[in-house]
């Protein structure tokens, strides 16, 4: 599973960073953004409740093209 930050959605209220920063931070320029490399079998579940709560949507999943 893969994520991205649709920065245009995005309010920055910090709440994917809050409930879960070893995947979501801020970037140097105050945007919060995924670390997908972070993201596991084990914490799937986790990384979806973060999207599920995002209060206008902003974190996408990526649905890579085979």
């Keep these: 599973m ?12 910090g709440m994917c ?9 801020f ?8 670390n997908n490399e972070n993201i596991t079998e084990d914490n799937t579940q ?3 409740e973060v999207m599920n709560n995002c209060p206008v949507g902003a974190i996408e ?3 890579e093209e085979e």
């Design 2 to 13: 893969k994520v991205k930050i649709n920065n245009e959605k995005c309010l920055i209220c």
């Design 17 to 25: 960073a809050s409930m879960m920063n070893e995947v979501f931070d």
């Design 27 to 34: 970037n140097d320029e105050g945007l919060p953004e995924a």
């Design 46 to 48: 986790e990384v979806k």
């Design 61 to 63: 999943e990526i649905h």
